[in-house]
């Protein structure tokens, strides 16, 4: 089954500083990645997602970049501010599959005033 | 548009008692998912709906645990008898679209 590994576990920013999280997959077949940001106590919420026929997609502060070929993909937030903390989790799926999503472990993001 | 709504959204039981959460999802959203995640990790997904059909439980301990979407609406995941490490916050998703999940907003189990 997919594997998804994520990097770093915790992320420490100074605020308008970037803040770049990596993720790899191990299923070839997968097609869909989307981003997730959670708060604490709060229900994952999509950010962006993106998928494989498109190498970069971008919305305003936040983008996310594919490598198919080395099986990786990566979020990247510019100009953090402090609303930006929390965790962000990776994950990815294949219609294959049904679309179940498998995820990274996470990361938290703390961005300091 | 409402969203994936779940309760209850704290519980607290003893080991090897009984627990059902309850999951609506967003209307006209056709599959359904339920995940366990840990505190720490990401969600794992335990099983999957597609209208009142199981798509995917092969994640789901079925020894202990069991769900059912009886209408292809709502849903209930049920654990029958619960285990110390099956505390967890426990999210329910949908989708229309076979890709973009949106998700409730959890419940916390607590196994004393």
């Known amino acids: 089954g997919e594997n998804v590994e994520q990097h770093p576990s915790t992320l420490s920013v100074q605020e308008g500083d970037s803040a770049v999280i990596k993720c790899t997959y191990s299923?070839?077949?997968?097609?869909?990645f989307p981003w997730y940001k959670q708060e604490l106590g709060k229900r994952p919420q999509l950010i962006i997602d993106i998928r494989s026929n498109v190498g970069e997609k971008k919305d305003q502060r936040i983008a996310v970049t594919l490598n198919k070929t080395a099986k990786h993909f990566s979020l990247h937030i510019t100009e953090t501010q402090p609303e930006d903390s929390a965790v962000y989790f990776c994950a990815a799926s294949t219609t294959l599959s049904g679309s179940r999503l498998t995820f990274g472990e996470g990361t938290q993001l703390t961005v300091n005033p | 548009e409402a969203g994936v709504a779940q309760s209850p959204r704290y519980k607290i039981i003893e080991k090897r008692q009984s627990v059902a959460f309850w999951c609506n999802p967003i209307s006209g959203h056709a599959t359904l998912y339920w995940y366990q995640q840990i505190l720490g990790q990401g969600p794992k997904l335990l099983i999957q709906f597609q209208n009142n059909g199981v798509v995917d439980d092969s994640q789901l301990p079925k020894d202990r645990f069991s769900a059912e979407r009886l209408k292809g609406v709502d849903s209930t995941l049920k654990i029958q008898p619960a285990k110390l490490e099956d505390s967890a916050v426990y999210l329910c998703?949908?989708?229309?679209?076979?890709?973009?999940?949106?998700f409730g907003p959890g419940t916390r189990l607590t196994v004393l």
């Open positions: 998703a949908s989708t229309s679209n076979r890709n973009t999940q949106y």
């Open positions: 299923d070839s077949a997968s097609n869909y």
